[in-house]
């Protein structure tokens, strides 16, 4: 980074897998809380490191039905869960409530020491958080101006799909995970990370990790 940044920072990179659009029950939310230092010298300067991570799947919240729609995108459906929740909980020990409503004050926990949020379509994700998150930064709207796919209007660019941003990096994936929650988190930090070095907007970035900068108080209308 920036050598007159002086930053030791948590960052969570989050995405939800859902049941439809917003008000929908989410089936998987996947977080991963990464250290930026810039504090310490040698080769621990400027060093990014995982600190920890929240991964799990839930069933739909009492009544809902299952959005065949969503579904067909996620793969989501109730016996994948079923079976995602059980490897879970031999792999890790940690039981957790049936919907991700039962499973908020978790999260919450999970959330407390860390300030910096980021996603891909931020807006959507976090609309499921019902907790303030503070300084958000949207890889979506953050390149809508750097990949300039056109919109459905003359004259105006859409917001662009989380894999046609790594495209554009020229970051490695397999289409096959994605919408998958914990490899979009995977792919999210990735994109983050090359942003970071990429001189036509590593700047954005600097002014998020110093809390100069917010995606949403600078959201203007786009056309999809």
């Known amino acids: 980074m920036n050598k007159e940044i002086k930053l030791n920072k948590n960052i969570i990179f989050f995405d939800v897998e859902t049941n439809g659009f917003q008000g929908s029950s989410v089936l998987s939310m996947s977080a991963i809380k990464v250290n930026y230092n810039s504090e310490n010298s040698g080769e621990e300067r400027n060093k990014w490191k995982k600190v920890s991570e929240f991964n799990r799947f839930y069933f739909r919240n009492e009544g809902e039905e299952l959005n065949e729609g969503a ?9 994948v869960i079923l079976s995602e929740r059980k490897n879970i909980i031999q792999n890790t020990g940690i039981e957790y409530p049936l919907t991700f409503k039962e499973d908020m004050d978790n999260f ?7 300030s910096h949020f980021v996603a891909h379509n931020i807006k959507f994700d976090r609309s499921f958080v019902d907790f303030p998150l503070q300084n958000q930064f949207d890889t979506m709207l953050e390149n809508i101006e750097v990949l300039k796919l056109p919109g459905k209007f003359e004259g105006s660019y859409k917001w662009p799909k989380l894999m046609e941003c790594i495209e554009h990096y020229k970051i490695p994936y397999e289409e096959k995970n994605l919408h998958g929650s914990y490899y979009d988190v995977l792919m999210t930090f990735r994109l983050f990370y090359k942003m970071s070095k990429d001189p ?3 700047n954005k970035i600097y002014d998020f990790m110093n809390g100069r900068s917010d995606s949403q108080s600078k959201m203007k209308t786009y056309s999809r």
């Open 71 to 79: 579904i067909n995108v996620n793969g989501l459906t109730d016996d």
């Open 108 to 114: 919450f926990l999970f959330c407390q020491d860390t």
């Open 200 to 202: 036509e907007i590593k």
